[in-house]
């Protein structure tokens, strides 16, 4: 399968617990997209990476989120002291970025539910 | 501030007629409008997209019609069938700020 990969498809946590969930793009993409989704709303921005660099960071994500995009490949998404109000859907995207095709090609998500 | 309107919310439509979503945006400088697809379970998938220089863009029975003044666009299925039964989402991107803004989705439901 060529396509956007995220793993896990499903994480179950207790409040408080940390999570990261891991993204792998199309090979040749140089930007990756974290977005979130809730229930019956369109996925929102969360932060975007042009290779290594992140580029920038939706007023989103709060000081217990961080992602890494180490050597430009596969990108990781962390969540501290997970709250309720986490529990969404994290869809990764990938694309060739600006200029060329910016088509967006997302992963299948992973399903976080806080309990 | 939601930037990008969409309607209905869901859309029931008999097999074999046109199912027509609409969407509504306030940011001038947006020049990238995709429509996604997203079955239960399952990340979006791009359907057919356009760029403003065009008022309308046809993909087999998928249709965007822009109207650049209005700041509209809508997305057309002609023919409809059981198959195009999921969650449609349109989306605005802008050069240079390169993240997708998307509308809350509408529920398409096709009957026999």
């Known amino acids: 399968d060529t396509g956007v990969s995220q793993d896990p498809r499903h994480k179950i946590t207790k409040r408080g617990q940390n999570v990261t969930f891991r993204c792998d793009p199309i090979s040749e993409h140089n930007r990756l997209y974290w977005y979130r989704q809730t229930l019956g709303q369109g996925p929102e921005f969360l932060t975007y990476?042009?290779?290594?660099?992140?580029?920038?960071k939706s007023r989103l994500l709060s000081d217990r989120f961080s992602a890494e995009r180490p050597k430009g490949s596969f990108s990781t998404l962390e969540i501290q002291r997970t709250e309720q109000g986490d529990s969404a859907m994290y869809l990764c995207?990938?694309?060739?970025?600006?200029?060329?095709?910016?088509?967006?090609?997302f992963g299948q998500g992973t399903r976080l539910t806080v309990v | 501030q939601q930037q990008v309107k969409q309607s209905p919310q869901s859309l029931i439509v008999q097999k074999g007629g046109i199912s027509i979503i609409n969407c509504a945006y306030e940011?001038?400088?947006?020049?990238?409008f995709p429509w996604y697809q997203q079955f239960p379970g399952k990340g979006p998938a791009l359907l057919i997209a356009i760029r403003p220089d065009v008022s309308e863009k046809k993909e087999g029975r998928f249709t965007i019609s822009f109207n650049k003044s209005a700041k509209q666009f809508s997305l057309h299925i002609m023919d409809s069938q059981p198959g195009d039964s999921a969650t449609y989402f349109c989306a605005a991107e802008s050069f240079g700020n390169e993240k997708l803004t998307f509308g809350t989705g509408t529920r398409l439901t096709i009957i026999p």
């Open positions: 995207a990938s694309s060739l970025g600006a200029g060329t095709d910016t088509e967006a090609f």
């Open positions: 990476f042009q290779n290594e660099a992140q580029l920038e």
């Open positions: 940011n001038t400088a947006f020049d990238y």
